[in-house]
């Protein structure tokens, strides 16, 4: 595929995610993505971050399967949840759930540094690799167990997960600055996992409101395993 065929597929995606930031507006309560955020949607090439037999699938506004049994997600999804982490240049992100690298890369576009963990190894390895190989020396990845965080490298000022889980971890909270921002995928009553934004207070405690239904795969692993 030449580059020019790449460009005006990312601007078509671009245009899909737009659209659909208009028709959540009512739920997540963002009308489009900033311009800081689209001109990292179109500096990090996705197709750089699914498997080869993917790739003719990688603009496509939908998951991805990027093997053992994970997924990259909707580029709608990975844009909502960084916008609603209201980053600057200066912000430090623990991101929970590398996966393939994408939404590291974009974090990287407009955070000053990014720290991911990801619970399998090889998934952990080869993203490291290929964040390494594309030039994004503020990004650091290592594999383990997402729900303990990355204690010696706190606090943050955003945390973002990209897993559904059963409840908020203890530890991320602990480990957010006051005023810092979590956006995380929690476990709904019925089915899949309600989007959810919060605040760290003074208090240590969370104000948190829902953002939107969404369907990710589990957080794996238990506050003790690695």
């Known amino acids: 595929m ?21 028709e959540t507006a009512h739920t997540t309560g963002v009308k489009a993505p900033d311009r800081r955020l689209v001109d990292a949607m179109r500096t990090v090439s996705r197709r750089d971050f699914v ?34 982490l209201e980053l600057t240049p200066e912000s430090r992100v623990l991101e929970i759930g590398t996966g393939s690298g994408y939404q590291a890369a974009i974090l990287g576009e407009l955070a000053a540094e990014v720290f991911s963990i990801e619970v399998v190894p090889e998934l952990a390895e080869t993203a490291a690799t290929r964040l390494e190989r594309l030039g994004y020396r503020n990004i650091q990845v290592r594999a383990g167990n997402g729900r303990d965080g990355w204690p010696e490298a706190a606090p943050f000022d955003a945390v973002i997960v990209t897993a559904g889980a059963d409840e908020v971890p203890p530890a991320l909270v602990e480990q957010l600055r006051t005023g810092g921002r979590l956006v995380i995928p929690v476990d709904a009553r019925w089915a ?10 003074s208090d240590g405690t969370l104000s948190q409101r829902r953002a939107l239904s969404v369907i990710f795969v589990p957080l794996i692993g238990g506050s003790s395993e690695q």
């Open 51 to 84: 498997p080869d037999a993917a790739a003719r699938n990688a603009w496509d506004n939908r998951p991805l399967s990027i093997g053992y049994g994970q997924t990259i997600s909707q580029p709608f999804i990975v844009a909502l949840m960084t916008q609603l």
């Open 2 to 22: 030449h580059r020019d065929d790449d460009q005006r597929l990312s601007e078509a995606l671009i245009r899909d995610v737009e659209r659909d930031f208009r």
């Open 192 to 201: 899949g996992q309600d989007l959810m934004v919060a605040v760290k207070r």
